[in-house]
């Protein structure tokens, strides 16, 4: 059996789309997934499978909920690899600096200049990769609203985003 992440986009936020963790996790463990742990309510899960059933992940959440919800998985050797390549290391933190990490199952293409920054340096997007965008933003000058939706602008809105240290928490969490 494999390791895989799971990014849910869009639950449990302001009311919308409900997804209890708990609840979550026994849909999935009942449905042949193993070693199931969720990390906070915002969508990310740690299991393992076999590849095959990969797949059916989405479909299992939307028939347990009843509602459609964008669902990423990657194998956990894909997330093990963002943290390798360390792509916030140069960047000077802060307290209203903010390191993330936006996902896509579908490969990336932009029509940005890569690394890109907006013109007051509020935001910036460091590096886009096959599936990943690393982007900061400096919450003191721009809200983190705008910034969503600058990027379903350029990689539209099959993508979902975490912060930096939920990626390294959800790392740890499957090691």
């Known amino acids: 059996m494999k390791k895989y992440v799971v990014f849910m986009r869009g639950i449990n936020v302001g009311g919308n789309?409900?997804?209890?963790?708990?609840?979550?996790?026994?849909?999935?463990?009942?449905?042949?997934?193993?070693?199931?742990?969720?990390?906070?309510?915002?969508?990310?899960?740690?299991?393992?499978?076999?590849?095959?059933?990969?797949?059916l992940v989405q479909g299992i959440i939307e028939e347990a909920f009843g509602f459609s919800i964008l669902t990423i998985v990657f194998p956990f050797n894909y997330i093990k690899g963002i943290l390798e390549t360390q792509?916030?290391?140069?960047?000077?933190?802060?307290?209203?600096?903010?390191?993330?990490?936006?996902?896509?199952?579908?490969?990336?293409?932009?029509?940005?200049?890569?690394?890109?920054?907006?013109?007051?340096?509020?935001?910036r997007i460091?590096?886009?990769?096959?599936?990943?965008?690393?982007?900061?933003?400096?919450?003191?000058?721009?809200?983190t609203t705008e910034v969503m939706k600058l990027l379903d602008r350029e990689f539209g809105k099959e993508i979902t985003t975490r912060n930096y240290n939920t990626v390294v928490k959800l790392a740890n969490l499957a090691s």
Not at 18 to 28: A, G, R, S, Y
Not at 34 to 51: C, I, R
Not at 99 to 122: R, Y
Request: contains cysteine; hydrophobic residues 35%.
């Open 87 to 123: 792509p916030f290391k140069d960047v000077e933190t802060a307290s209203t600096i903010k390191c993330n990490v936006t996902f896509s199952q579908a490969e990336f293409k932009t029509s940005l200049s890569i690394p890109f920054q907006n013109e007051d340096g509020s935001f």
């Open 126 to 143: 460091l590096q886009v990769t096959d599936h990943s965008v690393f982007w900061m933003s400096d919450t003191s000058k721009i809200k």
């Open 17 to 55: 789309k409900k997804v209890p963790m708990k609840q979550l996790k026994d849909v999935l463990t009942r449905n042949g997934y193993h070693s199931v742990k969720t990390l906070l309510a915002s969508g990310n899960v740690v299991f393992e499978s076999e590849k095959e059933r990969i797949r």
